[in-house]
């Protein structure tokens, strides 16, 4: 449990550090310092091997794929074969996305009804925004209340029970 619960803190800083970098959103310095600090230690060896490329800094998504692999490996003591822990990390890489992306949508939520004007709530803003635009222009105000917050948790809660069943068979 104690492993876990290092291993999705480590593994949301790196996300986050790739998604900031990969929409091109400037952090505020508390969030990049804290950001930059728990996962440097192995981002900067990962880059020597794994370049960025295209803008995006793929050192920060395969640390946080290789997090992930490290705290999943404990099935592998447990006696399950390689091949089903592997398919097992891919499974909670892919949850821990999913389940950032809510986290980041529920914030976002959170801000716009407690205090709008809060310092972190731009950031989380921009961080959403490359996933909230296109619902937007689909799905119109209702009364000057936008849901495409609330249609965009929907949609991931949609994309993670698929894949449950994605991964359900193996």
């Known amino acids: 449990m104690i492993v876990d619960a290092i291993a999705v803190l480590l593994g949301g800083a790196l996300l986050l550090r790739f998604w900031m970098q990969a929409i091109r959103v400037r ?3 508390s969030v990049a310092q804290f950001t930059f600090q728990l996962s440097d230690w192995l981002v900067r060896p990962l880059r020597r091997i794994v370049p960025g490329v295209g803008g995006y800094d793929w050192a920060s998504l395969i640390g946080a794929f290789v997090i992930v692999l490290a705290a999943t490996s404990v099935m592998f003591l ?3 074969p390689a091949q089903s822990v592997l398919l097992a990390a891919v499974q909670r890489f892919l949850e821990w996305i999913l ?3 809510m ?3 529920v914030i976002e939520a959170i801000f716009s009804w407690v205090n709008p004007h809060a310092p972190l709530a731009p950031f989380v803003r921009a ?3 490359p996933l909230l635009r296109p619902i937007r222009r689909v ?3 209702v009364g000057n209340l936008d849901l495409s917050l609330l249609v965009a948790i ?3 809660q949609i994309a ?3 894949l449950g069943v994605a991964f359900s068979g193996h």
């Open 154 to 156: 929907i949609l991931l």
């Open 99 to 101: 389940y950032g992306f």
């Open 160 to 162: 993670q029970l698929l």
């Open 78 to 80: 447990a006696g399950w």
């Open 139 to 141: 799905v119109p105000l």
């Open 127 to 129: 961080l959403n925004e």
């Open 27 to 29: 952090p505020p310095s």
């Open 103 to 105: 986290a980041l949508l």
